[in-house]
């Protein structure tokens, strides 16, 4: 498909556990950005990687959330020692990156993580 | 720093008629506004955006918004609602460093028939 891809679209956790969410962002963008949305709210902001490199991680709530995108495509978020306030759709969108602060993102269908 | 602002949570609207979502933003410099729209199971889908120049901006789906500096809105609109038009709508601002959007929280939009 052309479009940002995540998987698994579903995760049902237990507190504690780790966990690992994947996006595959469109082919050739070089920019890519998580965001979680909890019910009733709006996307917030998590990280923002420019090929490889993680440009802006200000929006990881603490230091158990951890992503990374080794080859500049797929990227993995990671959330370690889960917590049921970890519990949110997970957002993944990707760019051209050629455009700054004008680039689209487009926005992939999201994971839904569920921690009991 | 940042803010976006929706103040109607839940609108509902009959078919045919004209709609309005309110958004207002706090951004110090010019901003870079956007409104999203997000259907049960589907993904976050751009409407349209605006950076410069004209201030009435042309979106997809015959949706339309225009950018008042002196209001600090971004308001999006449609002369005639379709029951497909049923969704969340998300106005949201780039960030100054340019690396995130902020989204506000929402507006559910019902469409009556």
């Known amino acids: 498909g052309a479009g940002v891809s995540q998987t698994p679209s579903n995760k049902v956790t237990e507190k504690g556990k780790y966990v690992e969410l994947r996006c595959d962002p469109i082919?050739?963008?070089?920019?890519l950005y998580w965001y979680r949305q909890s019910l009733g709210q709006g996307p917030e902001f998590l990280i923002y990687f420019q090929g490889t490199g993680a440009a802006d991680d200000s929006g990881l709530p603490n230091d158990r959330f951890f992503a990374v995108r080794p080859e500049g495509s797929v990227s993995t978020l990671k959330i370690q020692r889960t917590e049921r306030g970890d519990s949110a759709v997970y957002l993944c969108a990707s760019s051209s990156g050629l455009a700054g602060n004008t680039d689209t993102q487009y926005f992939g269908p999201g994971t839904r993580l569920t921690v009991l | 720093a940042q803010s976006v602002t929706q103040p109607d949570i839940h609108i509902t609207v009959s078919e045919g008629a004209s709609l309005e979502l309110r958004c207002n933003y706090s951004y110090g410099a010019t901003p870079y506004l956007f409104w999203y729209v997000q259907s049960p199971g589907q993904g976050l889908q751009l409407l349209l955006k605006?950076?410069?120049?004209?201030?009435l901006v042309q979106g997809i789906k015959g949706f339309e918004a225009e950018f008042k500096r002196s209001q600090s809105s971004f308001n999006l609109r449609k002369p005639s609602v379709h029951w497909s038009d049923a969704a969340e709508y998300f106005c949201a601002v780039g960030n100054q460093a340019g690396t995130a959007l902020i989204f506000g929280k929402g507006t559910t939009l019902s469409v009556s028939s």
């Open positions: 082919s050739g963008h070089t920019a």
């Open positions: 605006y950076f410069s120049g004209d201030t």
